[in-house]
T-cell receptor, first 115, second 109 residues
Framework: EAGVAQSPRYKIIEKRQSVAFWCNPI?????LYWYQQILGQGPKLLIQ????????DSQLPKDRFSAERLKGVDSTLKIQPAKLEDSAVYLC?????????????FGSGTRLTVV | GQQVMQIPQYQHVQEGEDFTTYCNSS?????IQWYKQRPGGHPVFLIQ?????EVKKQKRLTFQFGEAKKNSSLHITATQTTDVGTYFC?????????FGKGTRLSVIA
């Protein structure tokens, strides 16, 4: 089974620039999450999708962050304009449907550095 | 909102010593999950606990879920250098997983 694919792996931008990250979840995983992990901290949820609908975006800074999952498969997360404090690893995760001993499967993440 | 706290933040052990990390939630959880993140890597799912008082074992790792479903622990017996990494607990209530800050484990050979 292929894992969660994310790109790019690394990105360096100047503050006030824009950046976009891409995620392709595991096939058949209807639920997709974007998490932000600042160095030394645990992942923090930004947004949750169920198919192509947003379930929870209460912690997404909507003045600068946006995300979409138009066809219910892959997803993009955008930051516009970026701030220094956005430097972090952006992790995409997906989850198998139903209950059971299913955890989240994370991608390798995109490490963003804002200078 | 829901908060998940983990202690200790760091733990340095000699290879062969035991290690325990503790997790506490501000609210009752429907389940708790544990993840391991190697340096430079991404979180990898270890296990999910659902029932009050549940205990699960994976080789040298023992996971417990408290009776009140608000706390959990991970115990590693006889640590090895391959155990190095950060261990996160993550609680699920009525929201997606909320992660603790993790416990970073260093193992000295």
């Amino acid at each position: 089974e292929a894992g969660v694919a994310q790109s790019p792996r690394y990105k360096i931008i100047e503050k006030r620039q824009s950046v976009a990250f891409w995620c392709n979840p595991i096939s058949g995983h209807a639920t997709l999450y974007w998490y932000q992990q600042i160095l030394g901290q645990g992942p923090k949820l930004l947004i949750q999708f169920q198919n192509n609908g947003v379930v929870d975006d209460s912690q997404l800074p909507k003045d600068r962050f946006s995300a979409e999952r138009l066809k219910g498969v892959d997803s993009t997360l955008k930051i516009q304009p970026a701030k220094l404090e956005d430097s972090a690893v952006y992790l995409c995760a997906s989850r198998a449907p139903g209950q059971g001993n299913y955890g989240y499967t994370f991608g390798s993440g995109t490490r963003l550095t804002v200078v | 909102g829901q908060q998940v706290m983990q202690i200790p933040q760091y733990q340095h052990v000699q290879e062969g010593e035991d290690f325990t990390t503790y997790c506490n939630s501000s609210t009752t959880l429907s389940n708790i999950q544990w993840y391991k993140q190697r340096p430079g890597g991404h979180p990898v799912f270890l296990i999910q606990l659902v029932k009050s008082g549940e205990v699960k074992k994976q080789k040298r790792l023992t996971f417990q879920f408290g009776e009140a479903k608000k706390n959990s622990s991970l115990h590693i017996t006889a640590t090895q250098t391959t155990d190095v990494g950060t261990y996160f607990c993550a609680g699920a209530g009525n929201t997606p997983l909320v992660f603790g800050k993790g416990t970073r484990l260093s193992v000295i050979a």
